[in-house]
Nanobody, 118 residues
Framework: QVQLVESGGGLVQPGGSLRLSCATS????????MAWYRQPPGKQRDLVAA???????NYADSVNGRFTISRDNAENTLYLEMNSLNAEDTAVYYC????????????WGQGTQVTVSS
């Protein structure tokens, strides 16, 4: 059974930082290109950052230079370091397989809420 559990979100002031984690189970994690997605209130879910099985990364223009995606294959865990946060980063953040690579998504988790507000 596939399980994706996001954590690490919270309320942060503009300019602050957060580290998100995604614990996975029920998949051969090291065989998947993975990605972080986010969904602001009232808007669609979009890809934020992606990482291949070999560790190559790419980012949405809106977060490039501020966010860093990484993976720990030994722990089956995906991470997202977020710096210089602004109000436009407010969203529910989800992890999943990179649909651009695999063509399908896994079962979505509950996500973790990130709120950037002064």
């Amino acid at each position: 059974q596939v399980q994706l559990v996001e954590s690490g979100g919270g309320l942060v002031q503009p300019g602050g930082s957060l580290r998100l984690s995604c614990a996975t189970s029920g998949i051969f994690f090291s065989n998947y290109a993975m990605a972080w997605y986010r969904q602001p209130p009232g808007k669609q879910r979009d890809l934020v950052a992606a990482i291949t099985t070999s560790g190559r990364t790419n980012y949405a223009d809106s977060v490039n230079g501020r966010f860093t995606i990484s993976r720990d294959n030994a722990e089956n865990t995906l991470y997202l370091e977020m710096n210089s946060l602004n109000a436009e980063d407010t969203a529910v953040y989800y992890c999943n397989a990179d649909v651009k690579v695999h063509g399908v998504s896994l079962t979505w988790g509950q996500g973790t809420q990130v709120t950037v507000s002064s």
